[in-house]
């Protein structure tokens, strides 16, 4: 069973970022849940099962109106800004003065609070609400499967490139991040703390190859680069500060910094994780 408490009526969420990885899967289980959701994207795309809103990070007008009537946020930081808090702490600061009561983060197990990225605006959530929690996957398992840079060189090239080496990573299925994010927007009491999340078991780059390979029948090869070759390489699509911010995950992970599996998934949602070979075959069906 899962130990965070029973649920309780939350009014309103709202999900930031609701038509991407995380946000359409968390979107979807609470619109099934019987929840009232808004789904809050840049084009207000329509989303089963919720109320869709525009929203920008960038754009102070479009703030007001994803707010109203809302009570609880999921938080998506902007995708590709190395320096997030200057965006997301006024819209922070104004949600509260609305009335929004309860905030979830997500941000990644690699980044520690007052760290960077992100972790500027973990460490002021608890000063903004009383219910909060801050969420910390470990990397992607739809890394691999989705529009990933991973997975589209993976179609085009058979090749996984990283500077990681081999350093292992506790990969986990986002379908198990927005069970958690349910939970922790939901339950009754917050858990207001800090979550890290991961898969089964810490896999390595070639261990994921091997793993794709075997199950697709198309071989993969993990290619590994220096971490200047990398940073390079992540350069020419995205600015140099969040390509150098990648690149040292990476070099993080080459160390050992990923190397470890929690319990957390199971503990809040009373489920275990799934595993990367069980979510390859569900997803290459």
Do not use: K
């Not at 800004?81 to 819209?91: L, S």
């Not at 490139?161 to 927007?185: K, N, Q, Y």
């Amino acid at each position: 069973m899962a130990t965070t408490g029973t649920t309780s009526d939350p009014g309103t969420t709202l999900v930031i970022g609701a038509t991407g990885t995380t946000g359409s899967r968390t979107t979807a289980r609470l619109s099934a849940s019987g929840h009232r959701v808004r789904a809050a994207s840049r084009r207000a795309a329509d989303v089963p099962g919720a109320q869709s809103v525009a929203f920008d990070w960038y754009e102070p007008a479009t703030h007001a109106a994803a707010l109203d009537g809302a009570d609880r946020v999921y938080l998506i930081p902007p995708v590709g800004d190395a320096d997030p808090g200057a965006v997301m702490m006024p819209f922070l600061r104004r949600a509260r003065a609305a009335g929004l009561r309860r905030a979830v983060l997500l941000s990644s197990s690699a980044i520690p609070e007052g760290g960077p990225a992100a972790g500027t605006v973990h460490r002021a959530l608890p000063g903004l609400f009383e219910q909060w929690a801050v969420l910390r996957p470990s990397w992607f398992m739809q890394n691999f499967t989705g529009t990933h840079a991973h997975a589209v060189s993976i179609r085009e090239e058979g090749a996984i490139w990283t500077a990681a080496g081999s350093g292992r990573v506790g990969f986990v299925d986002a379908e198990d991040i927005a069970a958690v994010a349910v939970r922790a927007l939901t339950d009754e009491h917050a858990p207001n703390a800090d979550l890290v999340l991961t898969g089964p078991e810490a896999l390595s780059y070639d261990d994921i190859a091997t793993t794709i390979t075997r199950v697709t029948g198309r071989p993969v090869d993990h290619r590994r680069l220096s971490y200047e070759q990398m940073r390079d390489r992540l350069a020419a699509h995205v600015p140099l500060e969040f390509a150098l911010l990648l690149a040292g995950m990476d070099r993080a992970i080459a160390e050992g910094a990923e190397d470890r599996v929690t319990d957390t998934v199971q503990r809040l949602t009373g489920q275990p994780p799934r595993g990367f070979h069980a979510l390859l075959e569900r997803e290459t069906e």
